[in-house]
């Protein structure tokens, strides 16, 4: 079995804070005054947490990628995706998902873990149903594809609808073999060869339908997901230079009704060394490719995450922005009016960050060393004031 290098290469702290400690002085925040926030741990004791998601009834969602196993590379049952209820740190229920690792880094770097990864939720319109409902549609994306890693397994590259009361899971997609096969069929329009790692997820209720949105890192793409489980590219995220591998890892609606997708853009920000080199761009859902996305804001760092808070503002994850004193990590928020104003308010609380979701009472839940090794990974509350 083969593995393709994964955009979001696992480091552990250490390696992390020696490659990013320097640059900070490279880049600042675009306004001095900035709020207050107040981190606070919750959840602790979780395996490369990735994607979080609250629902409309209040359930809130965490997929784990998992851990590595023995030899160079090969698949674990270690992926996990989790319910809880805010206030409580036993999880409602647990289901367990393929891990695939892969060691393609120099040592001591730990391997690269993938697995579940992006989650979300309908948050409208979908209160007050019974819990066992399907009304919320909780949605998880599963990385990589089976013909991108020569493997059999039938989770990978694979979307899935979870019912919110029991886990049990509903295949949506095949998500990762169609856009393998879209990169092979446009060859060197999103890479010099086939690639798919689907990453992020969002469901969301429009007009007549609900609608879901995966990107994609490996081919580039912003894809609809239509009945059946065809997929339906909407948005190339284009490659400025060679150098310019923009790997889209998040994706959520603004208040305009537009998709916003951000981009990690991991060898030109030289994890943290070259910072400020990440995008978010403005996509009409209803566009296809190869109508181009349209370029929001600028100057951000390893975007991992993203998500529109209820005021209207704009947040992102930055996985490995640099910290001189600590782990690499950041938070940013944009006002939607105001795209050039990004304020930057983690940096040294948010290590690693890999998943963002407003919770209850405007509170942001965001989880924390995301790509470090073991139990290591921690979901923290996040309150701006």
């Not at 005054?33 to 490369?48: D, H, M």
């Not at 793409?221 to 998040?250: F, I, Q, W, Y």
């Not at 640099?322 to 950041?330: A, C, F, R, T």
Request: hydrophobic residues 35%; aromatic residues 8%.
């Amino acid at each position: 079995m083969r593995f393709r290098r994964h955009r979001l290469s696992v480091l552990t702290t250490a390696t992390a804070v020696a490659a990013t400690g320097a640059a900070l002085g490279a880049f600042t925040p675009a306004e001095s005054a900035v709020p207050t926030i107040t981190v606070t741990p919750w959840l602790t004791g979780l395996n490369a947490p990735r994607g979080v998601a609250f629902d409309g009834n209040g359930h809130f969602y965490v997929a784990e990628s998992g851990t590595a196993g023995s030899g160079d590379h090969g698949l674990t049952r270690t992926g996990r995706v989790k319910r809880f209820t805010v206030g409580s740190k036993t999880p409602r229920w647990t289901r367990t998902f393929t891990s695939l690792y892969a060691h393609e880094a120099p040592p001591p770097a730990p391997p690269d873990v993938l697995g579940p990864e992006g989650m979300n939720a309908l948050v409208r319109q979908c209160s007050g149903a019974r819990v066992h409902s399907a009304s919320c549609q909780p949605r998880l994306i599963m990385s990589e594809s089976n013909k991108g890693t020569h493997t059999t397994d039938r989770q990978i590259g694979r979307l899935y609808r979870l019912d919110p009361g029991t886990g049990r899971r509903t295949l949506l997609s095949n998500v990762g073999d169609q856009q393998w096969r879209w990169t092979k069929n446009h060859p060197n329009v999103a890479e010099p060869e086939p690639d798919s790692n689907p990453y992020a997820v969002l469901v969301s209720r429009f007009p007549h339908r609900v609608r879901t949105f995966v990107v994609d890192a490996g081919s580039n793409t912003l894809v609809e997901v239509m009945p059946r489980g065809r997929t339906r590219v909407v948005a190339l995220l284009p490659n400025d230079t060679p150098k310019h591998d923009s790997a889209p890892t998040c994706v959520t609606r603004g208040p305009d009704g537009m998709l916003y997708v951000g981009t990690l853009d991991l060898i030109v920000n030289d994890f943290g060394n070259n910072p400020g080199h990440s995008n978010v761009w403005r996509i009409n859902p209803n566009a296809s490719y190869p109508t181009k996305p349209r370029k929001w804001a600028t100057g951000l760092t390893t975007i991992t995450a993203c998500t529109f808070d209820r005021a209207g503002n704009f947040w992102a994850a930055e996985m490995f922005a640099p910290n001189p004193s600590g782990p690499p990590g950041d938070l940013v928020r944009i006002p939607f009016k105001h795209p050039r104003r990004a304020v930057h308010l983690g940096l040294g609380q948010v290590p690693l960050p890999g998943g963002i979701a407003q919770g209850p009472g405007g509170v942001l839940y965001v989880s924390t060393n995301s790509a470090a090794p073991g139990p290591a990974g921690a979901v923290v509350r996040v309150r701006v004031r």
